[in-house]
Nanobody
Framework: QVQLIESGGGLVQAGGSLGLSCAASGRTFLAYVMGWFRQAPGKAREFVAVRDGSLTTYYADSVKGRFTISRDYPQNTVYLHMNSLKPEDTAVYYC?????????????????WGQGTQVTVSS
């Protein structure tokens, strides 16, 4: 059974930093794209960042230069380090995994989702 377990969410002041982790289990994810989406109240799920099996990363324009995604491939773990956080970054952050080679920003392309972890940025 595949599981994606997120950790590391919380409350932080604007301008601060926070790190998220996601541990995947149930299969080997070396060839999978893994990363993060988020959903703010009343809004659709939004692509944040992913890293594929070839070390290539993709970021949403809204987080470029502030967020960094990394992976520990043997440990099936993906991380998101968030700097210079803004109130508009407040959302539930979801870990995702999927076998895709394009349309990385499309939520329906991902096979597996975590339960989500709340990130709240106060102004």
């Amino acid at each position: 059974q595949v599981q994606l377990i997120e950790s590391g969410g919380g409350l932080v002041q604007a301008g601060g930093s926070l790190g998220l982790s996601c541990a995947a289990s149930g299969r080997t994810f070396l060839a999978y794209v893994m990363g993060w989406f988020r959903q703010a109240p009343g809004k659709a799920r939004e692509f944040v960042a992913v890293r594929d099996g070839s070390l290539t990363t993709y970021y949403a324009d809204s987080v470029k230069g502030r967020f960094t995604i990394s992976r520990d491939y043997p440990q099936n773990t993906v991380y998101l380090h968030m700097n210079s956080l803004k109130p508009e970054d407040t959302a539930v952050y979801y870990c995702v995994a999927g076998r895709l080679r394009s349309d990385y920003e499309s939520a329906i392309k991902y096979d597996f989702w975590g339960q989500g972890t709340q990130v709240t940025v106060s102004s």
